[in-house]
């Protein structure tokens, strides 16, 4: 005797060994034997051999009408045997019978499955509704395959060329479009932004790489919101005239800088910064609309700024007016480099020129700084300037245990044409870090952020820090020292107007300066506010994503450089292993088939191919350099 059953949803035919009450033992055609429960058997038959049953009755149960087959079912719940006997006639085969259960079974919108072996035909209204949903999804599989053949051709189809640039971001993946183009991903090898490309969606890979960043973070268009600044508080007027020192391209202008002579060796210098913290108070739409892009974004050629221009405008340090100002003064001797006093005021601060490094590098050397008699433009701010920041240095050397490396290249990037064009002539601007107006303007920049770090610290009021220990850079609400720099108090307070850590700060110190001990009942975060540890990790999530996009657009820039200037070679510095700095441009590659090289090595690398997209460069090894060489 034979058994049809049912395991893990297949049909199997097999030999009865034995019977219990509840169970059976078979054998299948390969000598398998196992245990089965009597409620999974469907029918028993002694008419032919089990083996190869299942694949006739397959092929047998295709020639089945299904149509007719549901119209002549009973309308109650019937038995596949019963329905043999209404199909093949009074004593159908066991074949017949297994041809007709696996017709019921492939098919469960005519026939709705009631149990072991039992079905009920599907109700007309029921069936229509089910036979058009499949028609309905027929014609959809249909023209989601058209689409796709289409894309795996080179051709967007004109229904959902619209929505395939969303792909780049974050594509609905339950669409007929993303599924077609899923598929023609898979057939051509391509990725997303590859087979875009390909489809012409973008015109260039620079379309690509800007839709890709502003569609994701800056939806609605990169203008900040323009909101109506108010009124602020009457403010003393200094008795100074100060001078911003920035590079040509800088609009937001955070600070500048004035000086008094006391006496040959003792002066006052002033350190000016912008204040948009008087009009951008916590929980303001101001500040909402600062806090949700919490840094101005830097891309070569054009810039996506934290605050709306009325207020930048408003507060940034212009040249020939009166701008209210956080300033920090310290009366200092410049020959011993003593501290004798600092003071902090809340004023207005006539700008008398914003000067520009770029003008002034050239005659601001170090010649000229140390030379009493040289000629030097803005002497009487610069060269005092010069010889405190000498002492402030020196002081932060010793802090550190060991003195700053400042002798590397940096480079200012700047395009001739719009910058959405790839066509854009590349400016690449060498400048060195220890340029001797760089070193001023940063040792006065750290004097000042760490002057105010503490005096939040000695008020107990909470702030925004900086610090390093162990080679790790944290944000904290609690000030710790700065390794790497150099200082015991650390904090960004210095540009507010492109910087939300800064404006935080700057709040935080306005109430310092104006309340002094009294500060923490009125500053706009009290101690143990959670807010800004929020603040800070949204800060810092905001801006890596920033400082990444800036990375790849220069990244991008930079192989334009290569191809505009037919740079076929270059001498590079090792990094690490087969990581390489190029000397002639910021750009960070690794090299195949490097020799084994030592940190600080020179080689020189031949150029190849450059990848716009994935914003990679082919190079290969030449040779090292000799030392007199490099």
């Not at 149960?61 to 109650?76: H, K, T």
């Not at 492109?498 to 300066?513: F, H, K, P």
Request: hydrophobic share 40%; aromatic share 8%.
């Amino acid at each position: 005797m034979f058994v049809v059953f049912e395991e893990n949803s297949q049909f199997k035919a097999e030999k009865i060994l034995s019977e219990a009450d509840t169970t059976l033992q078979v054998e299948s055609a390969s000598g398998k034997r196992s245990k089965i429960k009597r409620n999974n058997v469907l029918f028993t038959f002694s008419d032919r051999e089990p083996e190869g049953m299942v694949q006739e009755a397959q092929a047998l149960a295709q020639e089945i009408d299904v149509q007719f087959l549901w119209e002549i079912c009973p309308s109650e719940d019937f038995s596949v045997e019963q329905l043999a006997i209404e199909y093949y006639g009074e004593k159908p085969s066991s074949l017949d019978k297994m041809a007709l259960l696996l017709r019921l079974h492939e098919n469960p919108v005519y026939f709705h499955r009631k149990g072991k072996g039992n079905y009920r035909a599907a109700p007309l209204e029921i069936l229509t509704a089910a036979l058009a949903a499949l028609e309905k999804k027929q014609k959809q599989a249909e023209q989601q395959q058209a689409w796709t053949d289409s894309l795996v051709a080179g051709t967007a189809p004109e229904e959902i060329a619209s929505q395939l640039p969303s792909f780049l971001g974050r594509p609905d993946k339950n669409t007929m479009a993303w599924k077609a183009f899923e598929k023609a991903m898979e057939v051509t090898g391509n990725n997303v932004a590859e087979l875009l490309l390909k489809l012409k969606i973008f015109p260039h890979e620079l379309a690509l790489h800007r839709y890709a960043f502003l569609s994701q973070h800056f939806p609605k268009g990169t203008a900040a919101p323009e909101i109506p600044i108010p009124e602020y508080e009457a403010l003393e007027t200094a008795a100074v005239e100060a001078y911003s020192i920035d590079d040509i391209s800088t609009t937001e202008i955070d600070d500048a800088f004035s000086i008094q002579a006391i006496s040959e060796q003792e002066y006052i210098i002033g350190i000016h910064i912008a204040c948009p913290a008087l009009v951008v108070e916590r929980d303001t739409d101001l500040d909402k609309a600062a806090r949700q892009r919490m840094s101005t974004v830097y891309i070569p050629g054009e810039k996506i700024p934290m605050q709306s221009d009325q207020l930048i405008e408003r507060f940034s340090l212009n040249e020939g007016r009166l701008n209210p100002c956080l300033s920090f003064y310290v009366r200092a001797n410049i020959e011993t480099g003593e501290i004798l006093e600092r003071q902090n005021k809340l004023e207005q601060v006539f700008i008398k020129e914003n000067l520009r490094s770029n003008h002034l590098d050239a005659l601001v050397t170090l010649e000229a700084l140390e030379d009493p008699q040289a000629d030097l433009p803005h002497a009487q701010l610069l060269r005092p300037m010069w010889q405190l920041s000498k002492h402030l240095r020196r002081a932060r050397d010793e802090f550190r245990g060991k003195p700053e490396q400042l002798d590397r290249i940096e480079f200012l990037f700047s395009l001739d044409g719009q910058s959405d064009d790839p066509n854009a002539k590349v400016i690449l601007t060498p400048r060195r870090r220890n340029a001797p107006l760089d070193l001023l303007v940063a040792e006065f920049m750290v004097l000042v952020n760490s002057e105010w770090a503490k005096l939040l610290d000695e008020y107990g009021l909470p702030g925004i820090f900086r610090s390093q220990q162990f080679g790790r850079v944290r944000m904290s609400t609690h000030a710790q020292s700065h390794d790497a720099i150099g200082v015991s108090h650390y904090m960004w307070s210095t540009s507010p107007l492109r910087r939300y850590v800064d404006l935080i700060n700057q709040g935080q110190l306005i109430a310092a300066v104006k309340h002094g001990v009294s500060a923490r009942l009125v500053a706009p975060f009290k101690p143990r506010d959670a807010d800004l540890f929020a603040i800070i990790s949204g800060f810092e999530s905001q801006y890596t994503l920033w400082s990444e996009y800036q990375s790849n657009m220069e990244r991008y820039w930079c192989l334009r450089w290569f191809e505009q200037n037919h740079v076929k070679q270059v001498t590079a510095t090792i990094l690490r292993d087969d990581l390489v700095r190029f000397d002639n441009a910021p750009f960070v590659t690794t090299v195949n088939g490097m020799p084994e090289l030592e940190r600080g090595d020179k080689v020189e690398l031949e150029l190849y191919e450059a990848d716009l997209l994935n914003l990679t460069l082919t190079c290969r090894y030449i040779r090292t350099l000799s030392e007199d060489e490099a």
